[in-house]
């Protein structure tokens, strides 16, 4: 007789979403059917958002995700994930003529705050420039503070719309939190 008695939400959501099991491990676990454990799991709003096997690296080190509705999914019906999360925040599609850049220049880090959305790839090009300007600065090899990077078209960083940024003080208000 399959056991019908509901384990509690947070003993769920961990095996589920912490521990990623499966539905099937979790009716053997349970002594249950997997049509149980989905009820379980409807009742408590407990959801995937991915499936892992839907997760991909790329060769250079990008996370892929399948996402076969996107309108600029690739021929593998993929979708970076560093877009998807611009995406999710600003609430439209990236655009093909828009850049995402990471900000720790980590490739798999796509926390919001680390990823800066261009309005063009030469917008994107001049921050790459004004990063190394500043790396110069830091490391004392030039000594001319460099001016902030100014922006026509408004650029999406640390979560807020700019037209200029300034990453002197970023750094040093990141080393002071430190
Ligand atoms: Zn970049």
């Known amino acids: ?6 384990p509690p939400n947070d003993e769920l959501f961990n095996k589920y979403i912490i521990e990623n099991k499966t539905q099937k491990q979790l009716a053997e ?3 249950t059917s997997t049509g149980m454990i989905a009820h379980w799991l409807k009742y408590y709003q407990i959801r995937k958002l991915k499936k892992l096997s839907d997760v991909f690296t790329d060769s250079r080190g990008y996370i892929k995700v399948k996402s076969p509705n996107h309108p600029f999914c690739n021929i593998h019906k993929q979708v970076y994930q560093h877009v998807l999360i611009v995406e999710d925040y600003i609430g439209r599609n990236v655009q093909k003529h828009e850049e995402v850049h990471h900000l720790d220049h980590n ?4 926390r919001l705050n680390n990823l800066v959305l261009f309005p063009n790839k ?3 090009v001049q921050f790459h420039k ?8 830091l490391l004392g090899i ?3 503070k460099p001016d902030s990077i100014k922006f026509t078209d408004p650029v999406l960083f640390l979560g807020c719309w700019v ?3 300034e990453l002197i003080d970023l750094a040093e208000s990141i080393s002071e939190q430190g």
């Open 142 to 144: 030039t000594k001319q």
């Open 163 to 165: 037209y200029e940024i």
């Open 130 to 137: 004004y990063e190394e300007k500043i790396a110069l600065y």
């Open 107 to 110: 490739k798999s880090n796509n």
């Open 1 to 6: 007789m399959p056991s019908t008695k509901r």
């Open 29 to 31: 676990e349970y002594n």
């Open 122 to 124: 030469n917008s994107h």
